[in-house]
């Protein structure tokens, strides 16, 4: 447990295996009352750690004669490692579950929570599995994300909600107002939580402060997500940023103007390979191959779905056309089958 501002607090949650269960940072606002942004994993021995810190810091808090009250949880969006241990941490500290309209009806059940995310391998992921071989492939990769999250992460889905609330609307925490922003992009559902007066926002996954936010299809949108970039980047008075992962960041506008000239760079990088390479044309695959040379295949498959989105996002803006080509999906520059 740590103070990462004047009365917020930080409870980092430390999976045991990294590369499917990163640490998530939740975040706890206690007072008269106070709130938790993020509910982190949904295991039993997780969520005992969580609740062991929340219990010590109470203890620090009524020793001093502080209020110490935390009566609501909030999540910035409906991924498995931020909504997981909501249903566990309501009963055991007896706190009401917030949700926005659009994450309640994301997280209803697994009917709902699949169709809103599980990925198509040929509209998604511009994958071709022609034969049983492809379905058996595509079917078990389905499978294995559905074992993760239900075995490792423990997603449980929310049939009750304690209060709903809208995208864009303020709440007030310990008596302070802080606004609910709708920052969609990594997400469909994604929000922020901002306090203007302090200058402190609580990011979720959209400000992360050295790794690449995740963005895939089909739940995320690349042109949102600049949008949802840039409105925060105009926020009056940011000073802070807590993000879902990693460390706090202090230098908010240098860390956003880095995050918008990457999102830039990737994209005028992939045009680039993909005019490049002239009338052969390109599969998603071999775009992924040389924008990542020296990768392994799990960071090149993690990235397939970024790339994907900016392949779609460029047909859009009639910057690149494909064609199907025997097991390929293959791109091309329009400016090459225009002859120019």
Not at 201 to 220: A, C, E, H
Not at 258 to 275: G, P
Request: net charge positive; glycine share 6%; proline share 4%.
């Amino acid at each position: 447990m740590k103070e990462v501002y004047p009365g917020i607090f930080l409870v980092k949650e430390v999976g045991r295996f990294k590369t499917i269960k990163p640490p998530v940072n939740i975040y706890l606002i206690p007072g008269r009352n106070g709130i938790i942004f993020d509910a982190g994993y949904g295991d039993k021995k997780t969520i005992q750690k969580v609740i062991n810190k929340i219990n010590a810091l109470k203890t620090t808090y009524t020793n001093k004669g502080r209020d110490f009250n935390i009566s609501r949880i909030l999540i910035s969006h409906c991924h498995p490692d931020h909504f997981s241990g909501l249903k566990r941490l309501r009963r055991h500290l007896k706190v009401r579950i917030i949700l926005t309209e659009d994450q309640a009806k994301l997280i209803k059940n697994k009917k709902k929570y699949h169709e809103a995310f599980d990925g198509d391998s040929y509209k998604d992921y511009l994958i071709i599995k022609k034969g049983m071989r492809g379905k058996i492939r595509s079917l078990f990769e389905l499978l294995l994300s559905h074992f993760i999250y239900r075995m490792v992460y423990r997603m449980t889905f929310i049939t009750h909600v304690d209060e709903l609330i809208d995208n864009e609307t303020h709440i007030f925490i310990n008596g302070i107002k802080w606004e609910v922003i709708a920052s969609p992009g990594h997400s469909s559902d994604h929000i922020s939580l901002y306090n203007q007066e302090i200058g402190v926002l609580l990011s979720g996954d959209n400000v992360l402060p050295s790794i690449t936010t995740w963005l895939g299809p089909p739940n995320s949108d690349i042109r949102a997500y600049i949008e949802s970039i840039e409105r925060i980047q105009n926020l009056p008075n940011l000073n802070i940023i807590l993000p879902a992962h990693g460390k706090i960041i202090l230098n908010p506008q240098e860390r956003i103007k880095e995050i918008l000239d990457h999102r830039k760079e990737r994209t005028v990088q992939t045009l680039k390979i993909i005019k490049e390479q002239g009338d052969q044309g390109l599969s998603p695959g071999d775009i992924i191959k040389a924008l990542y040379p020296d990768a392994n295949k799990v960071l090149r498959e993690f990235a397939r779905g970024w790339v994907c989105l900016t392949l779609k996002s460029l047909e859009e803006q009639n910057k690149i056309i494909r064609k199907e080509e025997k097991n390929h999906i293959r791109f091309y520059s329009v400016a090459t089958n225009q002859g120019l």
